[in-house]
């Protein structure tokens, strides 16, 4: 039988379901279920923001580990000089990188091209710290270039602290003002030997042209501050003595200068010159030149003109790579040999690698400005670096490189510490008592002179060193009519 509720079933019923509301409540809100499920939330959450934190901060310090050293190089690369020694810093940060890195930290080697120009240099170089965000900003060849870039450079550094590393550069006035405001300027270095050092470089070449028996010769130089007081002669100063200019010297030896001439930088037209030195009377010609100037195209037109026999000594060059590039015309033409002095190299560079195991390797070309600068400067910061205890405390770097000293292909790499102008922070050279003298004991090796004879072989024309196994001698030098002829 069915029965119907009543009033009474339904308010039983519904104190029935009141009550069980009640205790679900207490167990919701008075410690129960939602104490438990507020306290698994809040936990998950925590999980969560930790392993979150956790993650970023072992993402940060990956990242820490694994951001590069970053070197910029301001070159001019429409020209060989700029484009060899940026392929040459690639490889060295490929080999350091390879072998471990700097501290954890790999070398990230990035180029702007300024084409030359001191106002393209300067826009390079704004970039390279703005942009790339560099420890270390080199700048390569010419003194005009680095001198405009190191006025910009002193605006930035308060912002952008750094290294200035003027690459091959010589002028004097680069280093000048590091002596009269050291706080300002310690940042910039200079790899090249100061104007002052260079005088007996040159006086080689007139002593050599004075061996064969060359008494009349023609003076070329490419327009630029170094080259003007080298040809001048470089004043007396409370620092050193007066030097003699290149003609004096050659007038003391009973030579005489019958031509001279500033070019500019790649003039391109030298075929009137050429002509215009034949007709002097020189038995030869003495140009000095920087490695980005086109002395490629001013031995093409040396071998179409009068002067085509006349002895030919062009500094500047670039090795085999002038050879190729004038299609075998530079024979007979004297470079400075240092060129092919990595012959040497793994006798005199136990923390630089070999450098014509290098270039065979890597399908590179040897030249001056690899030797004595951009290869061994990359060896030379990863050791600073290192002694520094890292890359970012720039005052901490500063002062490693003005302790550290790296052996080069060519020999010491060292920045002078004396404070006297212009050889403070420029690399190691000469005596600084008397810069025209060269102080092997400090610079090592010393730079030779060689002809480029049949296939472009480089041969020494000076007398070989002791214990290096070159051999040399004034007696293997062929003028250019004999090894034409020889072809």
Sequence with gaps: MHVKAGPSSRKSGSLREEGVRKRMDNYFYKGGYMKRKLFFAFAVTAAFVVSVMLGLTCSAEAAAKKEPVVIAFVADLTSPAGQLPYAWMKVAAQQINEAGGVLGRDFKVVVEDCKGQPNLAVEAYTRALINHKATVVAIYPRSEIVLACEAKAGEMYPDYPHILLAVGAASDEITYRIVENYDKWKFVFRDQVTVAARVPIYRDHVDLFHKLGVKKFALLREDLT??????????????????????????????????????????????????????????????????????????????????????????????????????????????????????????????????????????????????????????????????????????????????????????????????????????????????????????????????????????????????????????????????????
């Design 226 to 487: 170094w080259t003007e007081k080298i040809f001048n002669a470089i004043p007396a100063t409370k620092y050193h003595p007066a030097s003699v200019s290149v003609p004096d010297y050659a007038k003391s030896l009973g030579m005489e200068v019958v031509y001279q001439k500033a070019l500019k930088y790649r003039a391109g037209m030298y075929s009137p010159i050429l002509e215009a030195i034949a007709a002097s009377g020189a038995e030869g010609v003495i140009f000095i030149s920087s490695d980005g100037n086109d002395s490629d195209v001013f031995v093409k037109q040396w071998v179409d003109s009068s002067a085509r026999d006349l002895h030919m000594l062009i500094t500047g060059a670039t090795g085999a790579r002038f050879w190729e590039r004038t299609g075998g015309k530079v024979l007979g033409v004297i470079i400075g040999a240092s060129e092919i002095l990595p012959i040497v190299s793994g006798k005199y560079t136990p923390e630089v690698p070999d450098v014509l195991e290098t270039a065979k390797k890597y399908n590179l070309t040897v030249c001056s400005a690899v030797m004595a600068s951009a290869y061994p400067d990359m060896f030379f910061l990863k050791k600073a670096i290192i002694k520094a205890g890292g890359a970012d405390d720039i005052d901490a770097l500063i002062k490693s490189m003005e302790e550290t000293e790296v052996m080069g292909p060519l020999g010491l790499l060292k920045y002078e510490t004396t404070r006297i102008p212009p050889f403070f922070h420029g690399v190691v050279f000469c005596d600084i008592d008397d810069p025209t003298k060269y102080s092997k004991s400090k610079s090592g090796l010393r730079a030779l002179l060689g002809q480029i004879q049949e296939d472009g072989k480089i041969v020494f024309l000076e007398e070989p060193i002791k214990g290096v196994g070159i051999d040399g001698s004034i007696d293997y030098y062929k003028s250019p009519a004999e090894l034409r002829k020889m072809k």
